[in-house]
């Protein structure tokens, strides 16, 4: 299986958005298109959240933001617990938590050189 990580793209401007709003924060436009960010993104910053929603396992949870070489911020869960800023971080598809009984899949974000 071969998820990719998309962003945005506004129709109008061209302005590539992640996650997706309503209306494009440049132009207002409303249409987008898919548009692929890249493979690799890296980390501008993180934090961990300790009072965790439940259902998440192995806590702490790493949020962190990262930039794709677009200049596309997005915010995910990391799969490391010891980031550094600026280390490169893939997007992969996973499990992310566990609500009752449900299980939510999504991005995470892992190092792509480990260790
Ligand atoms: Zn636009």
Redesign the pocket.
């Known amino acids: 299986m071969q998820e990719k990580f998309m962003g945005f793209k506004?129709?109008?401007?061209?302005?590539v958005m992640y996650p997706r709003h309503d209306?494009?924060?440049?132009?207002?436009?409303r249409e987008f298109e898919e548009a692929e960010l890249g493979k690799e993104a890296a980390l501008v910053t993180y934090t961990k959240v300790y009072a965790i929603p439940e259902g998440i396992e192995m806590p702490p949870l790493v949020l962190g933001i990262v930039e794709f070489p677009g200049g596309v911020r997005a915010m995910g869960q990391l799969t490391t617990d010891d980031p550094k800023i600026g280390v490169k971080l893939r997007p992969v598809w996973g499990k992310l938590r566990k609500i009752g009984e449900k299980e939510v899949y999504g991005f995470k974000f892992e190092p792509v050189e480990k260790g």
């Open positions: 506004c129709r109008k401007c061209g302005r209306r494009c924060l440049s132009c207002r436009g």
